[in-house]
């Protein structure tokens, strides 16, 4: 599988960005996939992730704000961030796997990364 993510970009303190990831290979649907940022300096940290059946996780600092989301049909997972705050800067990488796990060990294909910057 390889992943290409994008719609990174600089936004506002209280502003939106929605990334998208999208996936080579019919084997899409089979497959639990996350979003994982770092930032500067900073070791890589998880964000979210939706199961196979569509179940979501997400890490504390997200939750309420951001929405993991996937569309079999077109191969594309997406991560609708609201609420950005100057914290959520980071790159941002998409990542597939095959346990529903906020542990990047699990995860097998990683996307480039696309880089999400909060001004205050």
């Known amino acids: 599988v390889q992943l290409q993510a994008s719609g990174g970009g600089l936004v506002q303190a209280g502003g939106s960005l929605r990334l998208s990831c999208a996936a080579s290979?019919?084997?899409?649907?089979?497959?639990?996939l996350g979003w994982f940022r770092q930032a500067p300096g900073k070791e890589r940290e998880f964000v979210a992730a939706i199961s196979i059946s569509g179940s979501t996780f997400y890490t504390d600092s997200v939750k309420g704000r951001f929405t993991i989301s996937r569309d079999n049909a077109k191969n594309t997972v997406y991560l609708q961030m609201n609420g950005l705050k100057p914290e959520d800067t980071a790159v941002y990488y998409c990542?597939?796997?095959?346990?529903?796990?906020?542990?990047?060990?699990?995860?097998?294909?990683w996307g480039q990364g696309t880089q999400v910057t909060v001004s205050s």
């Open positions: 990542a597939a796997g095959g346990v529903l796990s906020g542990g990047s060990r699990e995860y097998d294909y």
């Open positions: 290979g019919r084997t899409f649907r089979r497959y639990v």
